[in-house]
C-alpha cells in the first residue's frame, strides 16, 4: 500500500509539472504575440512618421547632374511602361492581374526614407498581391524630392530603373535601389553605383552594356519628368501614397499586409 502511495505520488507530481510546463509555454506564448502586436504597431507609426509631405514648388530647381527636362508626353518610356494614354499614366505595371482586379498605386520617390522602409517591410507583401492577381499593382515614381534636397538623384534612379525594366529586372532593380538608399538623405547615387545595382540585380553580359548606354544616355529622364509632373498634377500630398480604385491609401495601410489585402478583398467585393 505504502508502494502505491508513493507511485500515485510520483504520478501527481509528474501532472502537476506537465500542467505548469503547459501553462508556462502558454504564457510565453501570449508574452511573444503581445510583443509581435506591438512591433507592428511601431513599425506602422514609423511609417507614418517618416511620411514626406510635397512642398507646392514649381519649375525644376535641381542642383548638380542632368536636370529633367520639360515634361513631353513623347518621351521614350521602358519596355511595358504605361504611356500618356494609357489608365495610368507614366505607372510601371506588376504581376498580370486581371482588368476586373482592383486597381492599385503607389507612388515613390526613391530618395524617400519613408519608402524605403515599405519596401523593407511589405514590399514582398504587396506585390504579392498581384502575383496572386488580386490586385492590378502599379507603381508610379516621382522625383519631387530633387527639389526638396537640391540634387537630382531622384531622376537618376528612375531613369536607372527604366534601363533595368528593359533589362527584365523591373521588381529586382527597384528593392535593391531602396535596399541600398544613402544614409545621410540627398547624399544620392553616383552612375558606378548604379551599375553596380544591375550587376546585383543580375543584369551581365550584353544586357549589361545595354544597360550602361541607357543609363549614360539618361535615355529616360524624359519618363522621370512626366511621371513627375502627373504626380504634382494629381496634387499628391507625399510619398509613400497609395490608391486603391482612387481611394487614397496611406503609408501605415501599406505597411499592414493583413489590413492592405482585406481593403483590396473589399474593393473587389464593391466593384
Do not use: H
Request: with cysteine; aromatic share 6%.
Amino acid at each position: 500500500m505504502a508502494k502505491d502511495r508513493e507511485t500515485k505520488s510520483t504520478r501527481d507530481k509528474a501532472a502537476a509539472a506537465r500542467a505548469e510546463q503547459v501553462a508556462s509555454e502558454k504564457r510565453r506564448e501570449r508574452t511573444v504575440r503581445i510583443i509581435g502586436a506591438i512591433g507592428v504597431v511601431v513599425v506602422v507609426v514609423l511609417i507614418i512618421g517618416l511620411a514626406v509631405v510635397v512642398p507646392r514648388l514649381s519649375g525644376d530647381t535641381n542642383a548638380g547632374g542632368t536636370p529633367m527636362p520639360a515634361p513631353d508626353p513623347t518621351a521614350a518610356v521602358p519596355t511595358g511602361v504605361f504611356t500618356a494614354d494609357d489608365e495610368v499614366p507614366w505607372g510601371v505595371p506588376i504581376g498580370a492581374a486581371p482588368a476586373s482586379a482592383p486597381l492599385l498605386e503607389i507612388w515613390e520617390d526613391f530618395q524617400c526614407p519613408a519608402c524605403g522602409s515599405l519596401e523593407q517591410i511589405n514590399g514582398a507583401g504587396i506585390k504579392s498581391l498581384a502575383d496572386e492577381g488580386a490586385a492590378r499593382l502599379v507603381y508610379r515614381p516621382t522625383a519631387f524630392l530633387d527639389n526638396n534636397l537640391g540634387n537630382t538623384s531622384s531622376a537618376a534612379a528612375i531613369n536607372a530603373w527604366g534601363c533595368a525594366i528593359d533589362a527584365g529586372k523591373t521588381v529586382e532593380y527597384q528593392q535593391i535601389v531602396y535596399a541600398n538608399q544613402p544614409t545621410a538623405e540627398g547624399e544620392g547615387w553616383t552612375p558606378a553605383q548604379f551599375v553596380g545595382f544591375a550587376e546585383e540585380a543580375g543584369i551581365v553580359g550584353v544586357p549589361l552594356e545595354q544597360f550602361n548606354d541607357c543609363l549614360t544616355s539618361n535615355r529616360y529622364l524624359g519618363w522621370a519628368a512626366n511621371s513627375t509632373q502627373a504626380f504634382y498634377d494629381a496634387n499628391v500630398e507625399g510619398t509613400p501614397r497609395g490608391y486603391l480604385n482612387g481611394v487614397v491609401i496611406d503609408g501605415a495601410q501599406l505597411a499592414d499586409q493583413a489590413l492592405l489585402a482585406g481593403l483590396v478583398a473589399e474593393a473587389a467585393s464593391a466593384q
